[in-house]
Nanobody, 126 residues
Framework: QLKLVESGGGLVQPGGSLRLSCAGSGFASDYYALGWFRQVPGKEREGISCISKLDGSTYYVDSVKGRFTISRDNGNNMHYLQMNNVRAEDTGVYYC???????????????????WGQGTPVTVSS
C-alpha cells in the first residue's frame, strides 16, 4: 500500500514562494502519476499539477502555469511543488496524490487519484 506524507505548507505573502514536498513509500512500480491537488471550502478538490514518475512529463492547470513547477526525485521517492509569485487565490489545503497505471494529465484533469496524502494548508496573505 502506497503511503504519501506532505510537508512544507504555511503562511506566505502575496508574491512570495513556498515549496511543498511529498514523501512516498510502498511504490509497486515506476508506472505512477504523482501530483498535487488543492481544496478550498465549498469546492471540489482540483488537480493543480501532476507528473509522470517514469518519464517526468508534466501537467499544469492554467491558473498556475509559469508560476508553479512540479518535480520528482525517484531515488528518494519524493515529489515537490515549487510555488512562486503566489496569489491569494492559491490559498487552500494541498494534497499530494498518486495513481498507478495512468498518465499525469489524466489523473489531474479527471481527479483519478488512488492514493492521497493527509494534506498541508497553504495561506497566501499579507
Amino acid at each position: 500500500q502506497l503511503k504519501l506524507v506532505e510537508s512544507g505548507g504555511g503562511l506566505v505573502q502575496p508574491g512570495g514562494s513556498l515549496r511543498l514536498s511529498c514523501a512516498g513509500s510502498g511504490f509497486a512500480s515506476d508506472y505512477y502519476a504523482l501530483g498535487w491537488f488543492r481544496q478550498v471550502p465549498g469546492k471540489e478538490r482540483e488537480g493543480i499539477s501532476c507528473i509522470s514518475k517514469l518519464d517526468g512529463s508534466t501537467y499544469y492547470v492554467d491558473s498556475v502555469k509559469g508560476r508553479f513547477t512540479i518535480s520528482r526525485d525517484n531515488g528518494n521517492n519524493m515529489h515537490y511543488l515549487q510555488m512562486n509569485n503566489v496569489r491569494a487565490e492559491d490559498t487552500g489545503v494541498y494534497y499530494c496524490a498518486a495513481r498507478e497505471w495512468t498518465d499525469a494529465a489524466r489523473m489531474c484533469e479527471m481527479n483519478l487519484v488512488e492514493f492521497w496524502g493527509q494534506g498541508t494548508p497553504v495561506t497566501v496573505s499579507s
